[in-house]
């Protein structure tokens, strides 16, 4: 799956509510959580969500994270 389809499925997986996290330096450098957090955060409550079809095109986009 190329970077473009993996971006398409993730925005159909996630498009309700779709939040895009940009620039995190500053808030890591401040104490908040980093991209890492996120990712395991997604990793652990997202496959709950998606439906059968997507689930290989979840786990591509799971490997790409971590």
Not at 38 to 66: G, N, Q, R
Request: net charge negative.
């Amino acid at each position: 799956m190329n970077p473009h389809e993996i971006k398409k499925q993730t925005q159909t997986i996630l498009g309700d509510g779709l939040v895009g996290v940009v620039g995190c330096g500053r808030s890591s450098a401040e104490g908040l959580p980093g991209m890492y957090d996120l990712a395991e955060h997604l990793i652990s409550s997202v496959p709950y969500h998606v439906p059968t079809e997507a689930k290989k095109p979840w786990a591509d986009i799971e490997y790409t994270m971590l």
